[in-house]
């Protein structure tokens, strides 16, 4: 089994969500998290665009740390992740990537049938969780 989780970057608004999801479903402290979401936008924080209006720009991507565990605990049980149960515009996907039917297989159809290009952050650089990938067709 490879488990992998797929964020389709077009779907998210920066809401998170996902990162609260996580932190009420696994008892997280309160400044504890393991998914934050990164505006990318003018780089002066949180839902801060680029550009100058009405030529603004800005996306969201979430970050999945080191301490995500892609909620074992639930799995063992046949439980979605917290993150993917709880985002409101379903922006995550998680399953075996060997198995054709589960949900992150079936989400990588979709973007690969839009077009889509699809990649990873250098988790081993990047202080980030392995086995998480980013879609995006624009
Ligand atoms: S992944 Fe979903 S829950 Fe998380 S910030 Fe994006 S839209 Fe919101
Ligand atoms: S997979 Fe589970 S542990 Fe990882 S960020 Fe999502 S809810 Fe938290």
Not at 7 to 27: E, F, Q, S
Not at 71 to 94: H, I, N, S, W
């Amino acid at each position: 089994m490879a488990y992998k989780m797929l964020v389709d970057i077009d779907r998210c608004i920066g809401c998170w969500t996902c990162a609260m999801g996580c932190k009420v479903g696994n008892h997280l402290e309160d400044d504890e998290y393991r998914v934050e979401v990164t505006t990318h936008g003018s780089g002066a924080g949180i839902d801060r665009p680029a550009g100058v209006y009405p030529d603004l720009r800005m996306w969201w991507q979430p970050v999945y740390l080191p301490s995500c565990t892609f909620c074992a605990e639930r799995m063992k049980e046949g439980e979605p992740q917290f993150c993917v149960m709880d985002c409101p515009t379903q922006a995550l996907a998680f399953g075996d990537a060997a198995d054709p039917e589960s949900g992150y297989s079936q989400a990588r159809a979709r973007v690969e049938a839009r077009g889509a290009r699809i990649w990873a952050l250098d988790d081993a650089g990047s202080g980030t969780r392995a086995g998480v990938e980013y879609a995006s067709a624009r």
